[in-house]
């Protein structure tokens, strides 16, 4: 059974940083593309990065450039999100999904986890 686990969310002044982190269990890690995404209320889900099975990084959003990197663990099994520079506009849900030999990320990706809260103060 596949799980995706996020963790690291919380509570943040604007300005500062957070890490989540995604851990992933019952699939063979290096064989997916890992992608975070991200939805605020009343808003459609929105990519903010990712990392091909082959660990190349995608390009992000212009919202998010610059100020989130995206990173894997193979061994671990775990791809994090590194955040800096937060705003409150980047109060969400963030989700890690899971994609085979994955390359692209949209709502079509194979497994997502069920997210982890994060709240900017502005």
């Known amino acids: 059974q596949v799980q995706l686990v996020e963790s690291g969310g919380g509570l943040v002044q604007a300005g500062g940083s957070l890490r989540l982190s995604c851990a992933a269990s019952?699939?063979?890690?290096?064989?997916?593309?890992m992608g975070w995404f991200r939805q605020a209320p009343g808003k459609e889900r929105e990519f903010v990065g990712g990392?091909?099975?082959?660990?190349?990084?995608?390009p992000s959003p212009d919202s998010v450039k610059g100020r989130f990197t995206v990173s894997r663990d193979i061994a671990k099994k775990t791809v994090y999100l590194q955040m800096n520079s937060l705003k409150p506009e980047d109060t969400a849900v963030y989700y890690c999904?899971?994609?085979?030999?994955?390359?692209?990320?949209?709502?079509?990706?194979?497994?997502w986890g069920k997210g982890t809260l994060v709240t900017v103060s502005s």
């Open positions: 999904a899971a994609d085979f030999r994955g390359t692209r990320f949209n709502a079509g990706m194979d497994y």
């Open positions: 990392i091909t099975w082959t660990g190349s990084s995608t």
């Open positions: 019952g699939l063979m890690f290096s064989m997916y593309g």
